[in-house]
Structures are given as C-alpha cells and as structure tokens.
C-alpha cells in the first residue's frame, strides 16, 4: 500500500530534549515538505526537500531541522523544543519535485506536547 | 502574499442535504488548488485538484469548481451523509512557488442523521 508514515504519532516532551520525528514513504516520490497544524491557522510549511540532499526552508523553519540522507526518509529534528513548537506535525510527498500538479499525500500526523 | 480563507469555519446539518463549501484566495496567480479531507487521527486525504486551466473537477459526490478571476474554488457534496463528517481543506499552489500548499483553515463539517 503507497503510504507516507510517520513515528512517533504521540509524543510528550519537556522544553530542551532534543526529539526527532520521522517521516518515510514507500513511493520513490522525489519531494517530500513537512508542515505545523496549529488552531486557526491552518498547515504551514516548515521545510521541504526536493530531492536526496537538497533541502530548503519554508515559512516557518526556526527552532527545527531536516535532513534527506535517502530518498525514502525525512526526519524532523527539534534540537531545543518549545513549548510554542507544540502542535500537529504532518509530512507530505509527491512524485516529482517539478510536478506541481502532483498530488501530495500526507502522513497520519504526529502530535506533540513541549511542557 | 497568498492568503487562503475558507468559510463557513464550522457547518452542521442534517443527512442528505446538498452542501456548498467555499475557499477565497488573493491572488488569482495559481498554479492548482487542492481539496483535503481530514480526519482526527488520519492525517489529510486529497479529495480533488483543479489545474489553473480547468474549471472543475469530479468524484462521486464531490464536485469542485475554480474561478480564479474571482479568487474562489467551491466543493459540492450531494447527498450529505454522516460519513462526510470532517474537516475540509482547501490548498493552493501559487505560480513561481511551486514548493509548498497555501492551506485555509478549514471548514469543520458534521452531519447528522
């Protein structure tokens, strides 16, 4: 089944540890984004990759990092968490980093608490 | 900058009603726009996309429309039933941004029987 998955879906952190929340999918897609789900309002992009090691930031990438070592995968990493970095994480791919026509297919979501 | 904007926020009704859900963009320089189904726990499931030169598109119940002179996009659920519960989203890409979806924040909907 082509599916994007993401580990872990629940996580409660404390300010300072550092985490990491990864993404894979199994569809040989070349671009892969993350996105932050906040209250009213709506999924912004953190950061996204538009092919194995070529990375770029979104609209709002301060305080997270990404790494693309392999196609298949794309780890959030959160040095330092904050409490203002709680909130729904989602990782997202579609098949070609030009195909801005391309469906994008999301992950089930992670969400996290920074107490 | 591209602002996404989708109203209602929330819209109950009984089973079987026709429903009109609306998105507003500001620019109308978009390349596509994307409708979304999310659901608590699975994360979103694209529903629809419309291409800047198509005007609608189709899927079962589902119909969505774009008119991007006007900067709206509407989706069209027939027949509402209580699995149509869920949070619509509607997402833009614009033109020369081609590496991200400008998302609203969402209509919930819940229909009852």
């Known amino acids: 089944e082509a599916q994007v998955t993401q580990n872990p879906r629940y996580l409660i952190t404390v300010t300072g540890k550092k985490l990491t929340v990864t993404c894979s999918q199994n569809?040989?897609?070349?671009?892969m984004s993350w996105y932050r789900q906040d209250p009213g309002l709506g999924l912004r992009q953190i950061y996204y990759?538009?092919?194995?090691?070529?990375?770029d930031k979104g609209d709002v990438p301060e305080g997270y990092k990404v790494s693309r070592k392999e196609k298949r995968n794309f780890p959030l990493i959160l040095e330092s968490p904050s409490p203002n970095q709680t909130s729904l994480y989602f990782c997202?791919?579609?098949?070609?980093?030009?195909?801005?026509?391309?469906?994008?297919?999301f992950g089930p979501g992670t969400r996290l608490t920074v107490l | 900058k591209q602002e996404v904007t989708q109203i209602p926020a929330a819209l109950s009704v009984p089973e079987g009603e026709n429903l009109v859900l609306n998105c507003s963009f500001t620019?109308?320089?978009?390349?596509?726009l994307q409708w979304f189904r999310q659901d608590p726990g699975k994360g979103l499931t694209s529903l629809l996309l419309?291409?800047?030169?198509?005007r609608e598109q189709t899927s079962g119940r589902l119909n969505a429309s774009l008119d991007k002179s006007s900067g709206r996009s509407t989706l069209y659920i027939a027949a509402s039933q209580p699995g149509d519960s869920a949070t619509y989203l509607c997402?833009?890409?614009?033109?020369?941004?081609?590496?991200?979806?400008?998302f609203g924040a969402g209509t919930r909907l819940a229909v009852h029987p």
């Open positions: 997202a791919s579609r098949e070609t980093s030009g195909g801005a026509g391309d469906t994008q297919y």
């Open positions: 569809m040989n897609h070349e671009y």
């Open positions: 990759s538009m092919n194995v090691e070529v990375t």
């Open positions: 620019d109308s320089a978009i390349y596509n």
């Open positions: 419309i291409q800047s030169s198509q």
């Open positions: 997402a833009a890409i614009p033109w020369g941004g081609y590496n991200k979806l400008i």
